[in-house]
């Protein structure tokens, strides 16, 4: 939680989407569902192509914000 930056596009959703990864691993593990597991591998190959490609929230020492971030992974899942 970060109220005192809140509504300013500078947070990291990193730490959200990583969540949301995990969620659905744990989701295909326990139901043994391989669409829960074909989607975490997909949003996790999608956010760490684009840190591989320099695309990072500027407390990773880039220059993209929340949205922007978010907006770029969005991209690489097509």
């Not at 995990?22 to 989607?39: K, Q, S, V, W, Y």
């Amino acid at each position: 939680s970060a109220p005192d930056i809140a509504g300013q596009d500078v947070a990291n959703p990193l730490a959200l989407i990583m969540s949301g990864v995990m969620m659905l691993r744990h989701l295909g593990e326990e139901r043994e569902d391989p669409a829960c597991l074909a989607a975490a591998d997909r949003v996790r190959d999608a956010y760490n192509a684009c840190l591989e490609a320099g695309e990072k929230t500027r407390d990773l020492g880039g220059t993209l914000g929340t949205r922007d971030f978010a907006a770029a992974v969005v991209r690489r899942l097509g």
